[in-house]
Structure formats: structure tokens, C-alpha cells
């Protein structure tokens, strides 16, 4: 659904291809941040940017928040796991 991120193309610089990815063309940088303020997603931000680190304006609860709470709903919304 979307690539990592290279160093510098995200603000912050956040994300980091991980070994054994292939870099396709970025369609966006994904952000979620945890706060209890945000109640309409699940106590979690959620954003999205272009390629060119501009705002996506995307509708979060429709378009990132109803996924993860769906499909990561045993582990606070996030799919990705720590390697054991
Ligand atoms: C159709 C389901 C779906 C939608 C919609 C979706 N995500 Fe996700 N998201 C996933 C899945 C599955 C993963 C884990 C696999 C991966 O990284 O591709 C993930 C991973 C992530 C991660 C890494 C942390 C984690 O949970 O593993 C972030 C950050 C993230 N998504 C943010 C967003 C944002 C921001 C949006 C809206 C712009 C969004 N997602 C929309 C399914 C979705």
C-alpha cells in the first residue's frame, strides 16, 4: 500500500527502508502518534504526506484509523510487531 520512507524525504526523517524491501515509487509517509486527545481515532494521530512532504488531507478515520482498528485491534492499533 505505500513504501518506506527515504531518510530526509519525511519530516523528521522518521522512517528507514529495513533490509530485504525493495523501494517502489513513495506514494506517501504515514504517521501515526500516540495521544489520548485524539478519541476519534483510538487515542492515536494519524497523518499522511506526499512525496514532496506536503499534507495529503486525507480523511483519518475513514482512511487510516477504521483499518488499523479492524485489523490491529489486539495490539493498540499497531500492526507491526517487535521481532522476538
Ligand atoms: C486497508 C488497511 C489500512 C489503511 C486504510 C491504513 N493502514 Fe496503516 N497499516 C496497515 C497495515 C496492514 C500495516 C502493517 C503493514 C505495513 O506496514 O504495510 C500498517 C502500518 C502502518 C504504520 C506502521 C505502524 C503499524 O501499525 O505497523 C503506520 C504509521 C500507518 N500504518 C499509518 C497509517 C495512516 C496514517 C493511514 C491513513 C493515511 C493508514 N495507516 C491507513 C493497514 C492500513
Excluded at 530526509?8 to 525493495?22: F, M, T
Aim: proline fraction near 8%; glycine fraction near 14%; hydrophobic fraction near 35%.
Amino acid at each position: 500500500m505505500w513504501t518506506s520512507t527515504p531518510p530526509g524525504a519525511s519530516p523528521g526523517g522518521a522512517h528507514r527502508p529495513l533490509p530485504g524491501w525493495v523501494r517502489g515509487k513513495e506514494i506517501m509517509d504515514a504517521y501515526m502518534k500516540k495521544d489520548a486527545a485524539a478519541k476519534q481515532t483510538g487515542g492515536w494521530w494519524f497523518n499522511a504526506f506526499g512525496p514532496d512532504a506536503k499534507p495529503l488531507g486525507v480523511d483519518v478515520v475513514k482512511g487510516c484509523y477504521e483499518c488499523h482498528a479492524e485489523g490491529a485491534k489486539g495490539s493498540d492499533l499497531v500492526f507491526s510487531k517487535f521481532i522476538e
